[in-house]
């Protein structure tokens, strides 16, 4: 098993930034890929980034690229999303997830989180 708890949502104006964390514990050696996905009031869950933290590959949706980067501590098991630049559509529920496997974009992901609520304001 593996548990993530997601955290560092919040309120934030329009082109401002904030950074989630995914704490990430239990058997998390058996996972080889770490993703954020998030869905919006109203719309499917929808991917937003993934990485292998074992070879650093990393993919990223077309509406976050360049804003959004994904990162790993491996050391303390912590997935992180630096979220710059954003925007009112980038609200959303933001849900941490860890799979066996290659990077996919799919919501096919072994463990998810609890979610934790970003709001951008215009």
């Known amino acids: 098993q593996v548990q993530l708890v997601e955290s560092g949502g919040g309120l934030v104006q329009a082109g401002g930034s904030l950074r989630l964390s995914c704490a990430a514990s239990?058997?998390?050696?058996?996972?080889?890929?770490m993703g954020w996905f998030r869905r919006a009031p109203g719309k499917e869950r929808e991917f937003v980034a993934a990485?292998?933290?074992?070879?650093?590959?990393?993919w990223y949706a077309d509406s976050v690229k360049g804003r959004f980067t994904i990162s790993t501590d491996n050391a303390k098991n912590i997935v992180y999303l630096q979220m710059n630049s954003l925007k009112p559509d980038d609200t959303a529920v933001y849900y941490c997830a860890a799979r066996r496997g290659v990077i996919i974009t799919q919501d096919q992901y072994d463990y998810w989180g609890q979610g934790t609520q970003v709001t951008v304001s215009s």
């Open positions: 239990g058997r998390t050696s058996s996972m080889s890929t």
């Open positions: 990485m292998r933290p074992i070879t650093s590959s990393t």
